[in-house]
């Protein structure tokens, strides 16, 4: 019996691609120039340093030749470059703690209100629109040591122990305010994430659990947690890779000083304090590295836990 062979994917006419590219000749101009933004802003900056962390580069960003690894080695042997690191994850860890579930529980609040919910927004979302650096100026008054800063004025009038704040003894507390600052200067942006995936979850799903007697705890763990569970692993990365990179608040609230010096602040160190842009150069290499490393195992973690 004779046979046709049909081929499993029908021959695309011909002159078929032409046309596509001509149909959709708008889309590809405009990704064109994001892929060329990216190459000339992102890409570029980031084989330039990869580049330079093993060269010899001068204070005017002349190169003198290669390095080899030596640019690594003494970046390692720094005194401060596991203090460094170590401060980077005690900000990251006290920040997971503000920074990140403090801006949810808020969104939980903020959406279960019946009145007056677009104020509370406006309120929540105000720190966010003043410039950082004068935000970062505003708290370096409110930490002032003495009495003429503000928090420590209100424990006056309270009849409480002032603090030194930034200037405290313990670098751990003086971490813990630089991350109390960051949560409120950034609080607005991850409040109106939240409200956006609050507001996708079905209400019949409320209804239900309030059908069976749950009350808002269990509301919120049973309905809201699941239903938000891929923004919030999504936040929770974003979170991680946000902290890490703290500079600003270092930079201007204690200079450095305390114990306070970040891996990204140390990068700054060796670039405009000590001239040495290849050692800069190689710890913003290992602190990318080390980032890229934490997204890409923890991206398939959360894979393959949704797949289980």
Partial sequence: MATTDTPR????????????????????LFMIGAILCFAVFSWYPMIRELI???QKV???GQ????AG?????????????????????????FALVFGYAVPFCIAVVLNELRHGKGYFRLLVYLPVMMPPVASAFLWKWFYTPDNTGLFNAAL????????????????DFAVLCLV??????????????YLAALQGIPGELYEAAELDGAGILKRVWHVTVPQTRMILSLMFLLQIVA???VFLEPFILTGGSNGTVSVVYLVYQYAFNYGNFGGAAALGVMLFVGLACFSGAYLWLSRRGNEE
Avoid: C
């Fill in 243 to 245: 902290t890490a990179q």
């Fill in 180 to 193: 109390l600052f960051s949560t409120w200067i950034n609080m607005g942006g991850g409040v109106l994430i």
């Fill in 156 to 171: 006056h009038l309270l009849h409480l122990p002032t603090s030194h704040w930034t200037q405290s003894s313990s670098p």
């Fill in 69 to 93: 690894l030596q640019n690594y080695r003494r970046a390692i042997h720094d005194p401060d470059f596991w203090s460094s690191w170590r401060t980077t994850g005690l900000f990251a860890g």
């Fill in 63 to 66: 190169s003198s030749g290669w």
């Fill in 58 to 60: 001068n204070i005017a």
């Fill in 52 to 54: 330079l962390s093993f």
């Fill in 9 to 28: 994917h029908p021959a695309r006419p011909r002159g078929a691609f032409l046309r596509g590219v001509q149909r959709n000749s708008t889309a590809y």
